[in-house]
């Protein structure tokens, strides 16, 4: 099945520089890859995703890269600010159905330094 | 309108109970998935439904693990004789299909804990 590994773990930046989170992923079927935001207590909310089919997607200050030949796709922050301080994860899912589910990374604990 | 919503939002149990988690998917969302997150970990998949579709079990991490989805819309979690090592949160989510491509909505989980 799928694997998908997730680094760095946990991240600090100052407030205003760029984090960028990266995930590589095995199963060449994968097809979508979401990213996902989940503060503490708190659901995880989808913010930004990509489809096979584009190279990079970008809304306001968030990025996502993906790199198919080499199978890793990347999250890109600009201008952090406090309220991006989270838990943020990657998932990717394969063409065929809901059968798989999303398969998730581990996680990347942002903490955003004022 | 209507997000996710799931009950209880927190359950505490004796081990070897039985305990059972709901959830409500969002109206017209014919795919719901569920999710168990451990501590500190990611998000692991256990199983997912497609309208009245028997589901495909093989996710789930145990026999003692069941799930069903009456009417297309409402699904429980059941886990029969609970262990400490069940004990984590249990998030559901559903999107409008089943496509690979289609967001996933989750609700605010449950957080299980089994003494």
């Known amino acids: 099945g799928e694997n998908v590994e997730q680094h760095p773990s946990t991240l600090s930046v100052q407030e205003g520089d760029s984090a960028v989170i990266k995930c590589t992923y095995s199963?060449?079927?994968?097809?979508?890859f979401p990213w996902y935001k989940q503060e503490l207590g708190k659901r995880p909310q989808l913010i930004i995703d990509?489809?096979?089919?584009?190279g990079e997607k970008k809304d306001q200050r968030i990025a996502v890269t993906l790199n198919k030949t080499a199978k890793h796709f990347s999250l890109h922050i600009t201008e952090t600010q406090p309220e991006d301080s989270a838990v943020y994860f990657c998932?990717?899912?394969?063409?065929?159905?809901?059968?798989?589910?999303?398969?998730f990374g581990k996680g990347t604990h942002l903490i955003i330094q004022p | 309108g209507a997000g996710v919503s799931q009950s209880p939002s927190n359950k505490v149990t004796e081990k070897g109970k039985d305990v059972e988690l709901r959830c409500d998917p969002i109206?017209?969302?014919?795919?719901l998935y569920w999710y168990r997150q451990s501590l500190g970990q990611g998000l692991e998949f256990l199983i997912y439904?497609?309208?009245?579709?028997?589901?495909?079990k093989s996710g789930l991490p145990s026999d003692r693990f069941s799930a069903e989805r009456t009417g297309g819309s409402v699904s429980t979690l059941t886990i029969q004789r609970t262990q400490q090592e069940d004990s984590a949160v249990y998030l559901c989510?559903?999107?409008?299909?089943?496509?690979?491509?289609?967001?996933?909505?989750f609700g605010p989980g449950t957080r299980l804990t089994v003494l």
């Open positions: 990509i489809r096979s089919n584009v």
């Open positions: 989510a559903s999107s409008v299909r089943v496509r690979s491509t289609d967001t996933q909505y």
């Open positions: 199963d060449s079927a994968s097809n979508y």
């Open positions: 439904f497609q309208g009245n579709s028997a589901p495909d």
């Open positions: 109206s017209g969302h014919t795919a």
């Open positions: 998932a990717a899912k394969r063409s065929g159905g809901g059968a798989d589910g999303l398969t």
